[in-house]
């Protein structure tokens, strides 16, 4: 019997310690993956809370929340996105910021293949540019419009493969199947400098900042982790991992 009681007792003494640490489901742009596993892995050590996380593209995320995706926070690779959800009322007014700016950088993974100004795009002879589809996503338009600086749009334009994505365009360039592709400097960036191959990182004022906000969602207005993460992505450790991987943040 008394073993019984004190098993109670321990059961019961535990039970605050459970009870203050959640869940929270987050949807993450795929080009923030590398940081927002990190981060992730620090807001648990930190807070207790742990963050669930789902990586793809902001548009299809966008049709899943619509479509009631059971998502508490948006790590979007635009601001548009999160603006429209707070607009719908599936996000809620007043959670929005900005929690990265991102770089662009045309890469391959050949050493010395893409200069430090990116003369290659237009001496260089490629067969395949990969770029990200510019309708859907902020990097693709990004790169849109620094070819459209250079004038090469057009003349570029039969060599381009076209992803769904960064991820995908980052994949298409890793792979050979194109010889380089704008991607986000994110995802070739080790130890403050480009890792395998080799790139240029496209300067600031030659596309529009890619602005990249989260948001909370309806479905996370009552769930204190994700007021916790949001908060933690607005902290020095957070900011810090995030400009570890080539982002800018305010």
Known sequence: MRSVRHLCAALLFCLPLTATADDV??????????????????????????????????GKFYAQIHNGAPFDVLLSADDSTPQRLEHDGIGIAGSRFTYAIGTLVLWSPR????????????????????VANPKTAPYGAAAMATLDRMGLREKLRPRFVQGENIAQT????????????????????????????????????????????????????????????????????AKALIREYGYAVE
């Open 111 to 130: 050493e010395g293949y893409v200069d430090p100004q990116g003369k290659v795009l237009s001496d260089g002879d490629f067969r395949h540019l990969a």
């Open 25 to 58: 489901q987050v949807a993450v742009a795929s080009n923030f993956t590398a940081p927002m596993q990190k981060i992730a892995a620090a807001f648990a050590r930190d807070t207790g809370h742990r963050a669930v996380l789902a990586f793809g593209a902001t």
């Open 170 to 237: 980052h994949q298409f360039v890793a792979s050979g199947n194109a010889e380089l592709g704008f991607v986000a400097l994110s995802q070739v960036i080790e130890d403050g400098r480009i890792g395998k191959g080799s790139g240029w990182v496209v300067p600031a004022d030659q596309y529009a900042p890619i602005r990249q906000d989260g948001l909370l969602l309806r479905h996370g207005e009552g769930n204190p982790a994700a007021q916790a993460l949001l908060e933690y992505l607005r902290g020095e450790t």
